[in-house]
């Protein structure tokens, strides 16, 4: 009698804790993303305000080349606050990560414009963008970390899946609270301040913060490799870092072609309004949102891989008619099959990534293959998108970039091998 009520007590414990660590992780995980996605939603007021030119469209350019320094500079924020991770704890790389995302912003909300100081100005805000950039490249794979560590063994999908379903969430934040704001103050005070108070909203990341260190625990370690761990797990962590790069290609390429390009897709090509385009992505975010979870807890029962194949089979063969079906009018229809596919990614994908490395390692080498797929496939799939239309002359041509990233990631994906009934070490 008296060890089941201990060993009830400690299962109590340990469920509070794995709920503090999975709300905790989740919401400072909306807020980073809420912050870095609001300089794209931004882009138009900040042109104006840091670089000025006679052309309207260099000067939107000149912004979004200072957005994709985010993205350059996040594998360095990764490789940095991932080693953290692994010599100083979870905590201190996640705590880490949400500092300075939350400086960064604010910093953006308070910089003069170049009517005050000049050229310091366009210089000042690349600063900021790369403090942002440099945190995000460890927020999602310390969060990642930090979350799968502290999942129960059965349940890991379920509780890695809201991972993604914090950073889609954090990207609607922000969609919806420019929105508001544009909605509720004139054009000249949005342009004259409305814009600063997006950014000084960072500063919400911090009292999150200061709850975690309080709080949230370290996460619990694992038991200790079985002696043929070996056999089953490889030590060459540059290989398995590849894999986390494969294993990322489309889930991140996905994300970013569909979820952040599609709105420009749509008015330019599905005859949409840019009000409609938006309300149509908005739809595709709360899809995934609500749905990822259920493909989470799925796939702690019937495995990971099933899942991840069954997206990227989906990605390879049907790309191109739901393109079709985009500019052809029926972008709705279009949108809930790619959001649901994204979603079959997204709910095992944080546990299966987490999964492949050993504990000593995994924040730095899942942060180096992740944060490098990113970069590449996922920062400039809207450049890629628009190039390949303008190369071949076919509104359709994105199709077979998403194709192909389908095709490199199933082939990591079938290399790899199921993990998901398997103790964390």
């Known amino acids: 009698m008296q060890e089941t009520y201990a060993s009830t007590a400690y299962s109590a414990g340990r469920y509070a804790a794995n709920t503090r660590a999975l709300t905790a992780a989740s919401v400072g995980n909306v807020l980073d993303w809420y912050d870095f996605a609001i300089y794209a939603f931004s882009a138009t007021i900040l042109a104006r305000h840091f670089f000025p030119r006679a052309d309207e469209t260099a000067s939107l350019l000149a912004t979004f080349a200072t957005f994709g320094v985010g993205f350059v500079v996040r594998p360095l924020g990764a490789v940095v606050i991932g080693r953290l991770g692994d010599v100083r704890g979870r905590k201190a790389a996640l705590l880490t990560a949400m500092f300075l995302m939350a400086l960064g912003t604010m910093a953006i909300g308070t910089l003069p414009d170049v009517q005050a100081i000049g050229s ?5 805000l690349i600063g900021c963008r790369f403090l942002q950039g440099f ?57 004259q301040w ?34 043929n761990a070996e056999a089953r797990q490889p030590p060459a962590n540059p290989l398995l870092a590849f894999k ?15 979820l952040s390009y599609m709105p420009t897709f749509s008015t330019h090509y599905g005859g949409m309004s840019a ?5 149509l992505n908005s739809f595709a975010l709360l899809l995934v949102m609500v749905t990822t979870p259920i493909f989470g807890a799925w796939s702690d ?14 990605y390879a063969l049907f790309s191109y008619p739901l393109f079709s079906l985009m500019t052809s009018g029926h972008g709705w229809i279009a949108m809930a099959a790619f959001g649901l596919m994204i979603a079959v990614f997204n ?6 990534i987490a999964e492949l490395f050993q504990r000593s390692s995994r924040s730095t080498w899942m942060a180096i293959g992740y944060g490098l ?17 303008h190369a071949t002359g076919s509104a359709l041509s994105p199709a077979w970039y998403l194709s192909a990233a389908a095709i490199i990631s199933a082939v990591t994906i079938v290399s790899m091998r199921e993990t998901a009934h398997d103790e964390l070490h």
Do not use: N
């Open 120 to 124: 310091w100005a366009p210089i000042l």
């Open 135 to 191: 945190s995000a490249g460890a927020q999602w794979t310390s969060a990642t970390t930090f979350v799968i560590e502290w999942a129960p063994t059965r349940h890991r999908g379920y509780f890695g899946s809201f991972q993604q379903v914090s950073v889609t969430a954090g990207f609607l934040l922000g969609s919806v609270a420019a929105a508001l704001l544009s909605t509720w103050l004139t054009s000249a005070q949005m342009d």
């Open 194 to 227: 409305g814009w600063r108070v997006l950014f000084l909203a960072g500063s919400l990341l911090i009292p999150v913060g200061l709850y975690v260190r309080r709080y949230v625990d370290e996460p619990p370690k694992g038991p200790a490799p079985a002696e």
């Open 244 to 258: 986390a790069f494969g294993f990322t290609v489309l889930w991140t390429a996905a994300y970013y072609a569909i």
């Open 275 to 279: 009000a409609g385009a938006l309300w």
């Open 301 to 314: 029962r019937i495995g990971r891989r099933p899942l991840l194949l069954a997206s990227c089979l989906g």
């Open 347 to 352: 709910g095992p994908g944080p546990a299966s």
């Open 373 to 389: 797929a990113v970069m590449l496939f996922g920062g400039f799939a809207p450049y890629i998108s628009t190039w390949l239309i």
